[in-house]
């Protein structure tokens, strides 16, 4: 089959692009296109660049999206894109729990972060953060 073939896909297949953006892995078909060609999905194991690739049912697909990596068991192939409950009945989600974040873990390396209902910090207390950040003057 060539890449110029427009015959139908086979009964019970939907194009890759087309089950992502029904399923809500993505916001556009565009961007599901996208994800397809930059080689961020896998089918079965085997690496795609295709979005006509046919996905049926009991296809997994492993998809690198923000950072994560997403294992997703196609159940049904869409008719139409609709709210989350009906793309949840797409698929059944076999990824693995995102590794647990640590508590005093924040994206600023944890400084400044306070306890919450502790109030605005004092003079003296942003005095010590700024010298913490190294914004000293």
């Known amino acids: 089959m060539s890449d110029t ?3 139908p896909a086979p009964k019970g297949t939907q194009r890759l692009d087309k089950w992502l953006w029904f399923a809500r892995v993505v916001k556009t ?3 599901a296109a996208a994800l397809v060609t930059e080689g961020r999905i896998r089918i079965n194991t ?3 660049d295709r979005p006509a690739q046919p996905v049926r049912p009991g296809d997994m697909l492993t998809i690198a999206l ?3 990596i997403r294992v997703l068991e196609v159940v049904l192939p869409g008719d139409k894109r609709g709210g989350a409950p009906e793309a949840a009945l797409l698929f ?3 990824s693995p729990p995102p590794p647990p974040r640590a508590v005093d873990e924040h994206p ?3 400084l400044g972060v306070r306890d919450a209902g502790s109030g605005r910090p ?4 942003r005095r010590l953060l700024d010298r913490l950040r190294g914004d000293e003057e």
């Open 5 to 7: 073939d427009t015959s």
């Open 29 to 31: 078909r565009t961007q």
């Open 46 to 48: 085997v690496k795609t």
């Open 66 to 68: 923000r950072g994560r």
């Open 92 to 94: 059944k989600d076999q």
């Open 108 to 110: 600023d390396g944890g």
């Open 122 to 125: 004092t003079k003296k207390d």
